[in-house]
């Protein structure tokens, strides 16, 4: 839902100390060659290669987080029609105790065409509310469709978990998502149950 980078291999990170609530995060991931979207040359060539830069800054006091964050992707034969370019991401949320409210605004940017979006926006408004054991989260975020100018996506998330430990936790979820609201009778329910375990 929001490209957000995770783990990944061949990658050079680095965090900062805690300053005074303000910490500095920077990685570059040495991605390597990209088949699934090389340039205008067959087979992908070693100067396909491509690489992501992340930076962020986070900071929190008492019950309070932000964080702001910017990553890019560059690729050295050049990007292809539609392929990611950058983005920037803002993150905001306060714990009161009874529940913890968050929310998310960025914006991705796209090497579009003439059919598709170069800045694809977003947003995400969320809480998550623990009693005792049971922590129960909702969510609802939007998005704009990148290959549809005037198409947007939207999706609603509730789920249940239970803590069994402090690292153990079984939970159950309800997804509903609207891929496209220019696309009529396309939406997709999602029911699920997993657990999550900290190791």
């Known amino acids: 839902m929001l490209n957000?980078?995770?783990?990944?291999?061949?990658?050079?990170?680095?965090?900062?100390?805690d300053l005074a609530g303000f910490v500095l995060r920077a990685r570059m991931d040495l991605a390597g060659p990209d088949p699934a979207t090389p340039n205008a040359k067959s087979?992908?060539?070693?100067?396909?290669?491509?690489?992501?830069?992340?930076?962020?800054?986070?900071?929190?006091?008492?019950?309070?987080?932000?964080g702001l964050g910017y990553s890019r992707d560059t690729k050295t034969g050049g990007l292809v029609a539609n392929d990611f370019r950058d983005k920037?991401?803002?993150v905001v949320t306060y714990?009161?105790?009874?529940a913890s409210v968050y929310g998310v605004?960025?914006?991705d940017r796209y090497a579009a065409t003439a059919s598709t979006r170069s800045n694809v926006d977003y947003w995400l408004v969320g809480v998550s509310m623990p009693r005792g054991p049971h922590?129960?989260?909702?969510?609802?975020m939007q998005r704009d469709v990148q290959g549809d100018r005037s198409g947007r996506?939207?999706?609603?998330?509730?789920?249940y978990g239970y803590n069994l430990s402090k690292r153990t936790m079984p939970y159950v979820?309800?997804?509903?998502?609207?891929?496209?609201?220019?696309?009529?009778?396309?939406l997709v329910t999602t029911y699920g149950i997993g657990i999550q375990h900290k190791f």
């Open 88 to 90: 920037v991401q803002a």
């Open 95 to 98: 714990d009161f105790g009874v």
């Open 105 to 107: 605004y960025g914006r």
């Open 4 to 17: 957000a980078r995770n783990r990944v291999s061949n990658a050079l990170g680095y965090q900062s100390p």
């Open 43 to 66: 087979p992908v060539k070693a100067e396909d290669d491509f690489k992501q830069y992340d930076v962020g800054l986070s900071y929190s006091a008492g019950n309070f987080g932000a």
């Open 153 to 159: 996506l939207g999706k609603f998330q509730a789920g």
């Open 173 to 186: 979820f309800f997804d509903r998502e609207d891929p496209n609201s220019r696309v009529a009778g396309n």
């Open 135 to 140: 922590t129960v989260t909702v969510n609802y």
